[in-house]
C-alpha cells in the first residue's frame, strides 16, 4: 500500500468517529488535512454539525474552505481530537512539529479527553529521534540561553529553522522561533526536563499522553 493511500486510509478511519455534535480538535500536517476532507464530505453526505477546534492558520483555512465551522480553546474543550506525527515509537511517544504547529498542537492534545494519531506505517519508529529532530519553539530573546542549557543533554546538533519564501527565520503563529534539536538518545525526562528551560515555551516531544494510534498495515 502506497504512503498516499495509507494516509487516505487513515483519513477515513477517523471520519467514521466522527458525530453529529461534536467538537473535536484538528491537527495541523498533510495527514490531518485529509481527514478534514473526509469529514466534511461526512458530514455533507449524513448532514451532521460539527465544530473544529483547529491548531494552525493553515487548517483554520481549510475548515473554512470546507464549509466546517470553527471555534478556539478558549471558548471550548474538544470532545475528541486527532492529529499527525513524524515519529511514533514503541510506547507511544511521539515527535511531532515538522508543521511547526506543535504548542498549539499540545494545547489541544493535553485540552482533549480522547487522542487518536493519524500515522502510516512510515512513521514507527524504534528509538525516538531515529529520522527526525526534535522541534522546540523558543522565544527569540532565549536563544543563547536555550542553547547554553541544552549542552546538559545529549545534543548532536542544533539547528535554527530557516524560513523557505521568506528571508530569515521561520517565525511561529505565537511569534517565536523554532530550533530542531537532534540528540544522540532521548529519555523518558527529556519532555518535562526541556519545558523547566526558561524561553523554551513548547517541545515536539509529546511523552506519555494517551493517544489511540490509528493506522493501516
Ligand atoms: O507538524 C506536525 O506536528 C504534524 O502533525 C506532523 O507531525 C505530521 O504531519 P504529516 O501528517 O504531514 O506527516
Not at 477517523?14 to 478534514?36: C, H, P, Q, W
Not at 494545547?107 to 529532530?133: C, H, Q, R, T, W
Request: hydrophobic content about 40%.
Amino acid at each position: 500500500i502506497s504512503n498516499k493511500d495509507a494516509k487516505e486510509e487513515v483519513a477515513k478511519k477517523v471520519a467514521e468517529r466522527v458525530k453529529d455534535g461534536d467538537v473535536i480538535g484538528v491537527g495541523s500536517g498533510s495527514t490531518s488535512f485529509l481527514a478534514v476532507q473526509a469529514i466534511a464530505k461526512k458530514m455533507k453526505y449524513h448532514h451532521l454539525s460539527v465544530t473544529a477546534i483547529p491548531t494552525s492558520h493553515e487548517v483554520e483555512v481549510v475548515c473554512a474552505a470546507l464549509n466546517i465551522p470553527t471555534t478556539s480553546l478558549t471558548s471550548q474543550k474538544p470532545d475528541w481530537a486527532f492529529d499527525g506525527a513524524d515519529e511514533v515509537d514503541e510506547q507511544r511517544n511521539l515527535i511531532k512539529g515538522r508543521g511547526g504547529a506543535m504548542f498549539h498542537e499540545k494545547l489541544v492534545m493535553a485540552s482533549s479527553p480522547e487522542n487518536y494519531i493519524l500515522v502510516d506505517p512510515s512513521k514507527f519508529v524504534k528509538v525516538l529521534g531515529e529520522n527526525f529532530a526534535v522541534p522546540m519553539e523558543v522565544d527569540a530573546r532565549a536563544l543563547h540561553l536555550v542553547e547554553h542549557q541544552l549542552s546538559d543533554f545529549p545534543v548532536e546538533e542544533v539547528t535554527l529553522r530557516q524560513a523557505e519564501s521568506k528571508d530569515g527565520p521561520v517565525i511561529t503563529e505565537a511569534g517565536n522561533l523554532i530550533i530542531d534539536v537532534r540528540f544522540a538518545t532521548i529519555e523518558d525526562d527529556f519532555e518535562t526536563r526541556l519545558a523547566a528551560i526558561p524561553g523554551i515555551i513548547e517541545t515536539g516531544l509529546f511523552m506519555g499522553y494517551d493517544v489511540e494510534l490509528l493506522t493501516v498495515q
